[in-house]
């Protein structure tokens, strides 16, 4: 038995088969997304990455939470004064809240968390500081004066640290447009390390980061990049045509795909 890991626009596929010669029927079912093998496993043997996978440059994508604000209480009183109600004690079911972010309602930018990349590409850095709807950023200096290294011999892939704070509403605007998979494949791979960071603390906020695709049902740029069709290939069209039951297949989809 070979288990072979296959690099796609969508992320990374293992299948297992018993004999190579099947290989390139394996690689037809990806032929739209297909970029790569990054490895092959085989009997009695360690995973061996291939040439490319081995030149490819190191980054490390590791996401620390440094601040996490999320009370649904307070979210839910927010609510409830909307309504002139008052929320009670009872802790939100996840139906509820589930509910709220789908329809993203005001209240949900009380809730604010704030993260730190220590080690970030300046040019991927200057991705996520184009999001400006509740968040904000702070990036460490490249000045010569202030790192005693001379701005000219930087490149764009050097490190910098960057931290942000976001409401619920900015993750999951930005996750429309970092989840994408037109998106700049590391930009991607910083995002999906931040939602999983998340995920253990909150997995209702997790489950409302979609790419736009998804909340549309059906992709809005002007180039597809092919996610959506992909994901919808085993759906039925009931399922399609329900935004809750989108998300819910998608997170599943997401989870074997979109790894960190």
């Not at 990806?30 to 980054?59: D, F, L």
């Not at 620390?64 to 839910?76: D, E, G, L, P, S």
């Amino acid at each position: 038995m070979y288990k072979i890991i296959i690099s796609t626009t969508q992320g990374q596929f293992v299948k297992e088969v018993n004999d190579m010669a099947e290989l390139p029927n394996i690689l037809k079912q990806y032929e739209s997304i297909y970029t790569g093998v990054q490895a092959i496993y085989t009997p009695g043997e360690a995973i061996e990455e291939t040439e490319e996978k081995k030149s490819e440059p190191k980054y490390n994508t590791e996401t620390r939470i440094t601040n996490f604000n999320v009370n649904w209480q307070a979210i839910k009183s927010a609510c409830m004064t909307t309504i002139s109600k008052e929320a009670g004690d009872k802790e939100p079911s996840q139906e509820w809240k589930r509910k709220l972010l789908l329809c993203e309602h005001s209240p949900i930018r009380r809730g604010i968390i704030s993260w730190k990349w220590p080690e970030i590409p300046y040019a991927i850095s200057t991705h996520f500081a184009r999001h400006h709807e509740g968040c904000e950023k702070f990036i460490s200096t490249s000045r010569a004066d202030r790192t005693g290294v001379d701005r000219t011999t930087r490149t764009q892939m050097d490190p910098v640290m960057m931290e942000m704070d976001a409401n619920i509403q900015a993750l999951i605007n930005i996750s429309y447009k970092r989840l994408c998979t037109s998106a700049d494949p590391l930009t991607r791979k910083y995002w999906i390390s931040l939602l999983y960071a998340i995920k253990e603390y909150d997995e209702d906020i997790f489950w409302a980061c979609v790419p736009q695709c998804v909340r549309c049902g059906g992709c809005p740029e002007y180039r597809g990049c092919g996610l959506f069709d992909h994901f919808a290939e085993e759906l039925t069209k009931e399922e399609l045509l329900n935004i809750r039951t989108r998300y819910d297949k998608f997170n599943e989809y997401k989870q074997k795909v979109l790894r960190k």
